[in-house]
C-alpha cells in the first residue's frame, strides 16, 4: 500500500530525540501509573487465564509485546489514510495478521507451550489491550512512539502477568519454571501444595490484592466514592 | 438430549467469565449498575447466537483440511486453518455491524437500550472465545454449535447481571481506600467464581 504518499505533507516539528523525556515516560509510565491491567483495565480476559505457570506467562507476555508493538507500528503509519467509519475493521485486520504470524511461529518453535496456551494466542486479537492502545494512541501518533508505547504498555501487561504466575506456581505446586523450590523434606514434614492456588478463581483474588498494594503505595489511583 | 447438555454445560460448568475469564474487560467496566449490564448481557447472548453457528458453517466448508472438496475434488487436500483468526474476526466484526443495522431500523427500543454496547462487542473476548472453543471441540451439528453459543452467552449474562446487583448493594459499604472500585470487584468476582467451581464435578 502506497500509504506514505497519501499522507499530506505536515510542516516540520522541531526534531526530538529517539529516546527524550517524552519519549522515556512512554516507556515506564506503563508500569506502574497506567499499568494496562490495574489502571486502565484492560486485557484482563487473558492475564488470568494462562498464569497457572510462569512458562507459558512469559511466553505470551513476550506475545503480547511483539503484537502490541508491531500493530502499532502499522496502526500509526496507516493512520492518516484509515477512513473513520471501518477503523475497527481495519485495526482487526492488522492486529489478526500479527497474531497469525505469531501463532505460527509459537507453533513451530514452542509447540509445548502453544498447546497450553490453546486459544488464548488466538484471543490477543480480541486482547483490550491493543486495541485500546492503537485507538487512544496509535491512531494519533508518529510510529517511533507508538512503538515505544506498545513496548511498554506489553512490559506493563507482562509484569503484572509474571508476578501473579510466580505466586500461583509456588504455592500451587512449589515450582518456579517447572523447577523444584520448596525442597522435598518440607512434603515429609506434613507440607501440602495449595492446590487452590492452581484453580481459576484465586488469580482473581491475586489480582485483587496486587491492585491493594500498588494503590497502597501509589495514593493518586485510589477511586473516588 | 445431546443439545440440552451442552446448553447446560455452556452456562454452569463451562461459563465464559468463571472459568475460562472471557469477556472480562468489558464485564468489570460495564457492571455499575444493573440496567446496562442486562443490555450488554442480552447484546452479547444475540451476537453470539449468530456469529457461532456462521463460524461453524465457515470452518467446515471453506477452512478445515479437506472442506473446500464441496467445490471440486481437485481442493480435498488444502487447509486453510490458519486462516481461522483472521476469518473468525472479520466475519464478527460484520456481524455486529450488520447486526446494529437491523436492531436500528427494526427495533429502535432496543437499539436505544443496547446504545454503544452493540459496536463494543466486537472487540469482547467471550465472543472470538467462542467461536474458537466451538472449533477446539469440534461439534458435530451446526444445531450444537448453535446451542454452545447461546449457552455461552446467556451464562455471561447471568454473570454479568449478578455482579452488577452486588455491585450496587456494594456502594454503601465501607471498604478500604485503595480496594474500593476495581480491586474490590476482582476479588467478588473471585468468589462468585468459587461458587461456580460447585459444578465442575458435574460431567454431562
Sequence with gaps: MSTEIATPIKPKEPKEGLFSPKNKRLLYDPLNDTNPITVQVLGICSALAVTVKMKPSIVMALAVIVVCAFSNVIISFLRNSIPNRIRIIVQLTVVATMVILVDQFLKAFVFDVSKQLSVFVGLIITNCIIMGRLEAFAMANKPWPSFLDGIGNGFGYGIILVIVSMIRELLGSGELMGFRIIPESFYKMGYFDNSFFIMPPMALIIVGIIIWVQR?????????K | MEHVNIFIKAIFIENMIFAYFLGMCSYLAISKTVKSAVGLGLAVIFVLLISVPVCYMLENYV??????????????????????????????????QLLEMIVEKY??????????????????????????????REYATIGEAAVFGLGSGVGWFLAIVALSAIREKLRYSNIPGPLRGLGITFILTGLMAIAFMSFMGISL
Design chain 1, 216 to 224: 497502597s503505595r501509589n495514593r493518586k489511583l485510589i477511586e473516588s
Design chain 2, 63 to 96: 477452512l478445515k483440511v479437506g472442506a473446500l472438496q464441496w467445490l471440486s475434488s481437485d481442493f480435498a487436500t488444502i487447509d486453510l486453518s490458519f486462516l481461522s483468526f483472521i476469518m473468525y474476526i472479520a466475519t464478527i466484526a460484520s456481524i455486529v
Design chain 2, 107 to 136: 427495533a429502535p427500543a432496543l437499539y436505544t437500550t443496547l446504545g454503544i454496547f452493540l459496536p463494543l462487542i466486537a472487540v469482547n473476548c467471550s465472543i472470538l472465545g467462542g467461536s474458537l472453543f466451538m472449533k477446539e
